[in-house]
């Protein structure tokens, strides 16, 4: 009889850790590609038509594309703040790329891989991380049990700042001569999901292809001998090479037998700097570091392949401060409204669930530059306009050509009031950055309105 007692327990083990493990495995893995400086009009769905883009189109084309895709901040490091945390990185006094070099990310800020990792995710950054140099802010003492790749901006060769987690926490240049970064990151991202094939992951991908400086191997040069301008060849070059690094990754997802289980987010960190990269922000103004649409508004796709609609255009406005609480709700720990996040849980707008808009109001605040999104109007003080205050129709006029500030003196005031009210609550910067004040009083002419670092 004991006999029989003892192997009803160790069936009844079996069967129970067997359950855990089916049931562990079934929570949704995280894949979350981040695209540097990439630009609105820079892949082949968006409109672009001389760099060809298949692999990253085919997010949108087996998920959505989200028409009204936003990030909280226009450049770098604070686009990045705001991803990891699901708040506006100006609530954290993160308003400029200049605390990455001095500090970091707020340590008092819990990142999406400290939330998941406690539920059991195996959690990698692959990539450009740009928050934070010393020690303590480093990915590894923010939540991700690996990194491997640069602390900041870097060459594409030779990259510099480099950490591989596996090996070291040491920071070093790389001299290997056939190290290309997108092509690198790749390859780690594959051996990351080979590893963790049998556990929930989160996967966050932060290219620094598009940013500067223009690098690419020649076999990609080589794709583009239509393309005389030489910038324009190499920046080509290098979409294609992520391009291609992006397939290699989602191919080794669906080969783990992961793809109907896996959400993927692609999203560019802010809009791109034409002239001094030639990525296109197609029909929007403004570039990187301006609070026009052209610094703000980015590609956003997103797939669940099975959970979410295919093939279909999502026409309400989503910002990257959406990605943590979605992937936490998605993981079944949605995150509790006292947290403070600004973002939401997307995936109820994406299948038709919820009509309503998820961002009824969206806020920018760099420097002296500001804007404030409500419903479909836009209020924006930005270097390139006048330097007061131009209201936009956004559903008559993304373009922001025609400003209605003297017709719509009302409007202006209430959504000044909504901005002001938002800008008050906001921490004020902990590093001082003269690069987001505005432009003088002159209005300067587009072209001029480079943005770089």
């Given at each position: 009889?004991?006999?029989?007692?003892?192997?009803?327990?160790?069936?009844?083990?079996?069967?129970?850790?067997d359950w855990c493990?089916?049931?562990?495995?079934?929570?949704?893995?995280?894949?979350?590609?981040?695209?540097?400086?990439?630009?609105?009009?820079?892949?082949?769905?968006?409109?672009?038509?001389?760099?060809?883009?298949?692999?990253?189109?085919?997010?949108?084309?087996?998920?959505?594309?989200?028409?009204?895709?936003?990030?909280?901040?226009?450049?770098?490091?604070?686009?990045?703040?705001?991803?990891?945390?699901?708040?506006?990185?100006?609530?954290?006094?993160?308003?400029?790329?200049?605390?990455?070099?001095?500090?970091?990310?707020?340590?008092?800020e819990i990142t999406?891989?400290?939330?998941?990792?406690?539920?059991?995710?195996?959690?990698?950054?692959?990539?450009?991380?740009?928050?934070?140099?010393?020690?303590?802010?480093?990915?590894?003492?923010?939540?991700?049990?690996?990194?491997?790749?640069?602390?900041?901006?870097?060459?594409?060769?030779?990259?510099?700042?480099?950490?591989?987690?596996?090996?070291?926490?040491?920071?070093?240049?790389?001299?290997?001569?056939?190290?290309?970064?997108?092509?690198?990151?790749?390859?780690?991202?594959?051996?990351?999901?080979?590893?963790?094939?049998?556990?929930?992951?989160?996967?966050?991908?932060?290219?620094?292809?598009?940013?500067?400086?223009?690098?690419?191997?020649?076999?990609?040069?080589?794709?583009?001998?239509?393309?005389?301008?030489?910038?324009?060849?190499?920046?080509?070059?290098?979409?294609?090479?992520?391009?291609d690094a992006v397939?290699?990754?989602?191919?080794?997802?669906?080969?783990?037998?992961?793809?109907?289980?896996?959400?993927?987010?692609?999203?560019?960190?802010?809009?791109?700097?034409?002239?001094?990269?030639?990525?296109?922000?197609?029909?929007?103004?403004?570039?990187?570091?301006?609070?026009?649409?052209?610094?703000?508004?980015?590609?956003?796709?997103?797939?669940?392949?099975?959970?979410?609609?295919?093939?279909?255009?999502?026409?309400?406005?989503?910002?990257?401060?959406?990605?943590?609480?979605?992937?936490?709700?998605?993981?079944?720990?949605?995150?509790?409204?006292?947290?403070?996040?600004?973002?939401?849980?997307?995936?109820?707008?994406?299948?038709?669930?919820?009509?309503?808009?998820?961002?009824?109001?969206?806020?920018?605040?760099?420097?002296?530059?500001?804007?404030?999104?409500?419903?479909?109007?836009?209020?924006?003080?930005?270097?390139?306009?006048?330097?007061?205050?131009?209201?936009?129709?956004?559903?008559?006029?993304?373009?922001?050509?025609?400003?209605?500030?003297?017709?719509?003196?009302?409007?202006?005031?209430?959504?000044?009031?909504?901005?002001?009210?938002?800008?008050?609550?906001?921490?004020?910067?902990?590093?001082?950055?003269?690069?987001?004040?505005?432009?003088?009083?002159?209005?300067?002419?587009?072209?001029?309105?480079?943005?770089?670092?």
């Amino acid at each position: 009889m004991r006999s029989f007692n003892l192997l009803l327990l160790f069936t009844f083990l079996a069967f129970h850790v067997d359950w855990c493990h089916a049931t562990e495995t079934k929570r949704p893995n995280f894949l979350i590609i981040y695209a540097d400086d990439l630009g609105y009009g820079e892949t082949g769905i968006q409109g672009c038509k001389d760099i060809p883009t298949p692999y990253i189109d085919s997010i949108a084309k087996n998920g959505l594309r989200c028409m009204q895709g936003y990030v909280a901040a226009t450049y770098c490091s604070p686009s990045r703040a705001g991803l990891m945390t699901g708040k506006y990185p100006t609530r954290f006094g993160h308003e400029f790329n200049a605390v990455a070099r001095q500090s970091g990310l707020s340590l008092q800020e819990i990142t999406i891989a400290d939330r998941l990792k406690k539920l059991g995710y195996a959690t990698a950054v692959i990539g450009k991380w740009h928050l934070g140099d010393p020690a303590e802010y480093h990915p590894t003492k923010r939540g991700f049990d690996e990194f491997y790749g640069t602390l900041a901006n870097t060459p594409f060769f030779h990259p510099t700042k480099f950490i591989d987690s596996k090996l070291s926490p040491e920071v070093k240049a790389i001299d290997q001569e056939d190290f290309y970064t997108t092509e690198k990151y790749a390859e780690r991202s594959v051996d990351f999901l080979e590893r963790n094939h049998d556990k929930p992951w989160l996967l966050y991908l932060p290219f620094n292809a598009q940013h500067a400086p223009l690098q690419a191997p020649q076999k990609y040069l080589d794709r583009f001998p239509s393309i005389k301008d030489e910038k324009r060849k190499t920046f080509a070059a290098m979409m294609s090479a992520m391009d291609d690094a992006v397939g290699t990754v989602l191919a080794k997802v669906k080969e783990i037998g992961q793809e109907q289980n896996t959400l993927v987010f692609f999203i560019a960190d802010n809009g791109g700097p034409t002239p001094s990269t030639t990525s296109s922000n197609g029909i929007l103004r403004g570039f990187k570091m301006t609070t026009f649409e052209g610094g703000t508004h980015v590609p956003f796709f997103v797939q669940w392949r099975g959970t979410l609609p295919e093939g279909k255009e999502f026409n309400l406005p989503v910002m990257n401060l959406d990605v943590l609480p979605t992937c936490l709700a998605a993981a079944g720990s949605p995150i509790e409204v006292s947290a403070g996040l600004d973002g939401v849980d997307l995936v109820p707008f994406l299948r038709g669930k919820n009509p309503a808009s998820p961002h009824e109001t969206m806020y920018w605040r760099f420097g002296e530059q500001w804007a404030v999104r409500h419903g479909d109007w836009k209020l924006v003080v930005s270097k390139g306009g006048s330097g007061r205050p131009e209201l936009y129709n956004l559903a008559k006029d993304m373009s922001e050509s025609i400003d209605l500030a003297s017709n719509e003196p009302k409007r202006v005031a209430e959504m000044k009031k909504l901005y002001d009210a938002w800008s008050a609550q906001q921490a004020e910067a902990t590093v001082k950055d003269a690069k987001g004040s505005t432009a003088p009083k002159k209005k300067l002419k587009q072209k001029n309105s480079s943005a770089t670092k």
